[in-house]
């Protein structure tokens, strides 16, 4: 009886797990997820864009905390919209937890406040962010967005006493997929990602 029980519980263990498994499927069929921009009504400067991504909002692409207006062109907010759907969506899905975006666009007074003295900083065009996640150093998430296959233009991450952060810039056709390090030094070298930390 023993053995005939255990054979049982098996086949009913093995049936539970494969109907668990095609209800996932299904469920994630009947509502796929569609990564990139979220047509609606948007913003002025994107009317027709409710959200440049499937993980990130306006608010989190233009945020600032200087206090200073803050809003993109239409221009520019295409260059977030083609930033996210290349680059930050496909990120936040490939690693399976939240991206934070700590700076993306900045208006030229905001890019000035922060104390940039790059005015042609990607980040006044909508081309560039800056971001982090959770336990992962700055060298280990640009790593992972190397791995990931994800087309850039620059892609730099921080010693932890320059912020620690990433900058991924996406320009399109133009992308140089140059890769740098900044160091607690000052300045940019060129280098690859590895899984340690420079610092």
Known sequence: MGLGWNLM???TVAILAV????????ARGLRPVKLG????????YAPNVKAPGY??????LTRTDTGLPNEPGRIAAGHLVDLTAYVLDPLRAYLGQPVIVSSG???PEVNAAVGSTN??????????ADIRTGGM?????????VDAGLPYDQLIWYSPSRGGHVHVS????????????????GGYTSAVPSYGDFA
């Not at 042609?120 to 560039?128: C, E, I, L, N, P």
């Not at 150093?137 to 967005?145: F, I, P, Y």
Request: glycine share 12%; charged share 15%.
């Open 9 to 11: 519980e098996a086949r």
């Open 19 to 26: 109907a668990g498994t095609l209800g996932f499927y299904l």
């Open 37 to 44: 921009p979220q047509r609606g009504q948007g913003p002025s």
């Open 55 to 60: 993980y990130f909002s306006w608010a989190e």
């Open 105 to 107: 666009y900045r208006s």
């Open 119 to 128: 005015d042609a900083s990607q980040h006044t065009s909508g081309f560039a």
């Open 137 to 145: 150093t700055g060298e280990e998430l640009a790593r992972n967005l």
């Open 170 to 185: 996406y320009v399109g056709n133009a992308n140089r997929a140059q890769t740098l390090f900044a160091s607690d030094a």
